[in-house]
C-alpha cells in the first residue's frame, strides 16, 4: 500500500492555476498580433494594393517580438517549477516503497534502517533529485505531511505494520541560495510496511 503526498501542494497547485492564465494571455496576445496585421494590410496606397508599409511591417514584427518574450518567459518558467515539483514528489514516493521493502527484507533492524536510508537516498538520486532525504518511521496510520508524524515505529516483529516517511526538500529552478527556504517545496512520500507474519522473528534481543 503506497500513498504519495506534497507537504508544498498549495504551491503546486498555484502553479498549475496559473497555467490556463499563461495559456490565455499568449492566445490573446496572438490575436492582437493578427488582427494588428490585418490593420496594415488594409492600409495602402493607389498601386498598392494588399502590401503595407515597410515601417509598419517593422513595426509589427517588433511588437511580435517583445509580446512573446514577454509572455513565453513567464510560461516556461511555471512548467519548469511544476516539472520540479512533480520530478520530486514521484520521487519520493518511490523511495519511500523502496526503503520499506528494504527494511522488510534486513536480517536486523538496525541492518534495516541503514539499507531503508540508502535505498531511498538512491531512489531519489535515481530520479534526478539531491540531497539527502529524511528517512523517519513512523507509527501505523500515521501522515506523513503532518509536521511530526513521528518516529522510531520500525520493527521487524511477525505481523507488525509501521509507515515509512520519506521528507526532501525541492528548490524552483532558478531561485539560487538568495532565496534559499522562501520558496522551497517540502515534499514528502510514505509507504506502509507489513512485516509477513509467517516471517522468522528477526528482532533484535535487547540487553
Known amino acids: 500500500m503506497t500513498r504519495g503526498g506534497v507537504a508544498g501542494d498549495r ?5 498549475l492555476h496559473s497555467l490556463p492564465r499563461a495559456i490565455m494571455m499568449i492566445r490573446t496576445g496572438c490575436v492582437a498580433f493578427v488582427r494588428r496585421v490585418g490593420r496594415i494590410g488594409r492600409v495602402v496606397g493607389p498601386g498598392q494594393e494588399g502590401r503595407a508599409t515597410r515601417a509598419d511591417d517593422g513595426s509589427a514584427m517588433i511588437e511580435f517580438v517583445g509580446l512573446s518574450v514577454v509572455l513565453l518567459i ?30 522488510a527484507t534486513a536480517d536486523s533492524e538496525t541492518q534495516g534502517m541503514d539499507r531503508a536510508r540508502l535505498a ?10 539531491p540531497g539527502a532525504p529524511q528517512v523517519r518511521f513512523a507509527p501505523e ?30 528548490a524552483l529552478p532558478g531561485t539560487g541560495a538568495l532565496f534559499s527556504g522562501i520558496t522551497d517545496v517540502t515534499v514528502n512520500g510514505q509507504f506502509t510496511v507489513v512485516i509477513d507474519q509467517f516471517r522468522a522473528d528477526r528482532r533484535e534481543t535487547q540487553p
Open 11 to 15: 504551491v503546486a497547485r498555484a502553479i
Open 74 to 103: 513567464p510560461f516556461v518558467y511555471l512548467f519548469l517549477c511544476v516539472f520540479a515539483v512533480q520530478r520530486a514528489a514521484f520521487g519520493v514516493t518511490q523511495a519511500a516503497r523502496e526503503a520499506g521493502r528494504a527494511f
Open 120 to 129: 531511498a537516498q538512491l531512489a531519489l538520486a535515481d530520479q534526478g533529485v
Open 141 to 170: 496510520g500515521a501522515d506523513c505531511g503532518a509536521g511530526d508524524p513521528g518516529d522510531g515505529a520500525a520493527t521487524l516483529e511477525p505481523g507488525a505494520s509501521f509507515v515509512v516517511c520519506v521528507r526532501t526538500v525541492v
